[in-house]
């Protein structure tokens, strides 16, 4: 493998957006619902913090002996919510970056078999039979992707099997042609062409089949 193959497969791993559209979709929604989580309570954590402050502060301007402290008091209590305050905004910073990571991440083991499924489909519509492929080994719809591939190997299976029997039919046709003149002898020319033409397009499709790399590669 040259150095230039090495650096866009190496690129390839390092491709966790395969989806875009799906991937960032999901994403977003576990970050908001997270972060809503977060702010939920963070919100009455940081609203108990300030009614226990306050109720602090009620308690020294009661007391006369104590009213001299309730300055210096307020002044530690309001730094210290401010402290909470500070932290709890880092802290659901961090739950929605680790969320938006995560999703990121989950998403790519779903999009890849997803990806690799829709690049499947295309290639049937392509006209050619696609080489399966195993999946990573932490993507998820692993059995859904089996059963594809398996169903993909019965379609290529048979087609090989009808391949060899239009081989097979082909041969008598012309057996049977050198036999027979006439009107009889044009229409079995034209029906081993069509069997012929059939052949040809099933073994186009059989041959033609190719594996791919996807982004992220899932080999991996």
Request: charged content about 30%; overall charge positive; hydrophobic content about 45%.
């Amino acid at each position: 493998m040259s150095n230039g193959e090495a650096q866009k497969a190496k690129f390839r791993r390092r491709t966790f957006l395969v989806d875009k559209r799906f991937q960032l979709k999901y994403t977003i929604i576990i970050a908001v619902i997270g972060a809503l989580i977060a702010v939920l309570w963070g919100s009455l954590f940081y609203q108990a913090n300030r009614e226990n402050s306050e109720q602090v502060m009620l308690t020294l301007k009661v007391d006369p002996e104590l009213q001299a402290l309730s300055e210096k008091v307020e002044d530690k209590l309001s730094g210290e919510d401010a402290k909470i305050l500070y932290y709890l905004s880092g802290f659901i910073l961090a739950v929605v970056l680790s969320l938006v990571i995560w999703g990121v991440l989950i998403t790519h083991r779903i999009a890849g078999p997803i990806f690799i499924i829709s690049r499947y489909v295309d290639q049937v519509t392509a006209g050619e039979y696609p080489d399966p492929r195993p999946l990573r080994k932490k993507d998820e719809l692993r059995e859904f992707f089996i059963k594809f591939n398996d169903m993909l190997t019965s379609i290529k299976e048979r087609e090989k099997t009808d391949v060899e029997a239009l081989g097979r039919a082909i041969e008598s046709g012309k057996s049977v042609l050198a036999s027979v003149s006439g009107d009889r002898a044009e229409e079995f020319a034209k029906t081993i062409e069509m069997l012929r033409d059939l052949q040809e397009r099933k073994q186009k499709m059989l041959v033609g089949s190719a594996p791919f790399a996807p982004p992220g590669d899932p080999k991996a």
